[in-house]
T-cell receptor, first 111, second 111 residues
Framework: EAGVAQSPRYKIIEKRQSVAFWCNPI?????LYWYQQILGQGPKLLIQFQNNGVVDDSQLPKDRFSAERLKGVDSTLKIQPAKLEDSAVYLC?????????FGSGTRLTVV | TQLLEQSPQFLSIQEGENLTVYCNSS?????LQWYRQEPGEGPVLLVTVVTGGEVKKLKRLTFQFGDARKDSSLHITAAQPGDTGLYLC???????????FGTGTRLQVTL
């Protein structure tokens, strides 16, 4: 089966600019997650969707981050405006009863 | 908030050596998972352990879960360059299956 697709792979922006990431999960996976992984650390959950509803967004900085999952399939994560500390890899994952599958991530550099 | 501490943070060894990495949790694990993440990729699940005292083997990798279900170790026998990567422990919790990741151990195996 096809894996979790993410784009772009890399993005460099200046601080205060906006950026958006896209994720297409494995077909049939109802649950979709966005994780932030700062260099040298483990991933941290930003937001979790079940179909097109939000299950957990308690660690999402809502003043600058937003995410949506229209029609319960693919999802976008947006940052506006970006700060230097947002430099990280943004990982999307989807899950079924059998386990998680992660995408390859988008590496964001804010300069 | 659950905290997962991994040690050591970095490990550089030569091919053929044995090594052990550790994961300690501030609270009891619901379902402990170990992942390996290669550069530029998302984490890939290695094993899931649920029962205290459980030992699982995956080829040259041996996973132990502490009796109290608050600690775990991963032992690699005769390390190979292909074992290079970031090793992450994680707790998969709740019906929503949120993952809380540890701080990670970065392993480099050289010829």
């Amino acid at each position: 089966e096809a894996g979790v697709a993410q784009s772009p792979r890399y993005k460099i922006i200046e601080k205060r600019q906006s950026v958006a990431f896209w994720c297409n999960p494995i077909s049939g996976h109802a649950t979709l997650y966005w994780y932030q992984q700062i260099l040298g650390q483990g991933p941290k959950l930003l937001i979790q969707f079940q179909n097109n509803g939000v299950v957990d967004d308690s660690q999402l900085p809502k003043d600058r981050f937003s995410a949506e999952r229209l029609k319960g399939v693919d999802s976008t994560l947006k940052i506006q405006p970006a700060k230097l500390e947002d430099s990280a890899v943004y990982l999307c994952a989807s899950s079924s009863n059998y386990g998680y599958t992660f995408g390859s991530g988008t590496r964001l550099t804010v300069v | 908030t659950q905290l997962l501490e991994q040690s050591p943070q970095f490990l550089s060894i030569q091919e053929g050596e044995n090594l052990t990495v550790y994961c300690n949790s501030s609270s009891v694990f619901s379902s402990l998972q170990w992942y390996r993440q290669e550069p530029g990729e998302g984490p890939v699940l290695l094993v899931t352990v649920v029962t205290g005292g459980e030992v699982k083997k995956l080829k040259r990798l041996t996973f132990q879960f502490g009796d109290a279900r608050k600690d775990s170790s991963l032992h690699i026998t005769a390390a190979q360059p292909g074992d290079t990567g970031l090793y992450l422990c994680a707790d998969r919790t709740g019906t929503a299956s949120k993952l809380t990741f540890g701080t990670g151990t970065r392993l480099q195996v050289t010829l």
